[in-house]
């Protein structure tokens, strides 16, 4: 996020904490500013003087402690909030996730698919997208959650062979392999042009074929 917002000449201000990883960061020679979600008192001078607060952070795993998921996901993000309004922030943007929606039985899921998390940090996440709806008209409505997606390269072949598969492009088979055409994956590049990239034909065999591992 702060290397595209740099790209794009906008000046970026980083919340870190005491103890983060800062080298990312030193090398885009962005501002850095300490703070903690969970003491509102640091907040403030963290959104000082911002137009803008993407929120991205919360306590990320799905095997945690439930007072923490509570403490850092969902009260952390009344903090901040409560801070953006102390200090004038005039849009402020919720990163949430799409564990809030949990599995679904039909795909892709849409915006409006019924709320169904499997995990307590989908849940937390799901609390404090209702902390932002609540604060929505006290920022003057100028806020925004957007249910995050992260791909991995597992991820974006299975998105790939769904919008194949929707072509009726079918894989080429064998006993232990599932081979698609490359010049097939060019014909489906335009669907989902967010989660996938032209592949490289020089990590291909003569036949120019991709191939997939179960």
Request: glycine share 6%; proline share 3%.
């Amino acid at each position: 996020m702060t290397e595209l917002f740099t790209e794009r000449g906008l000046e970026v201000v980083a919340m870190v904490r005491g103890t983060s990883k800062t080298t990312l960061l030193d090398k885009l020679g962005v501002e850095k500013r300490v703070a903690d979600l969970t003491v509102p008192q640091s907040l403030r001078l963290a959104v000082r003087g911002v137009d803008a607060v993407v929120h991205l952070a919360a306590y990320y795993t799905f095997h945690g402690k439930d007072e923490l998921y509570e403490l850092v996901t969902v009260q952390g993000t009344k903090n901040i909030i409560q801070a953006c309004l102390s200090e004038g922030v005039k849009r402020f943007i919720y990163c949430s996730s799409t564990e809030t929606i949990g599995a679904v039985a039909d795909i892709p899921a849409r915006e409006d698919h019924p709320a169904n998390p499997e995990y307590e940090y989908g849940r937390s996440k799901l609390r404090a997208e209702s902390v932002v709806k609540e604060y929505g008209s006290r920022l003057g409505h100028n806020s925004s959650s957007v249910r995050n997606l992260r791909t991995t390269k597992r991820t974006r072949r299975l998105i790939l062979l769904h919008h194949l598969l929707r072509k009726g492009l079918h894989p080429y088979k064998d006993s232990n392999r599932t081979w698609v055409r490359l010049r097939s994956i060019r014909t489906c590049q335009g669907r989902c042009p967010r989660f996938l990239s032209c592949p490289n034909k020089r990590k291909f065999d003569r036949q120019s074929l991709l191939h997939y591992r179960g």
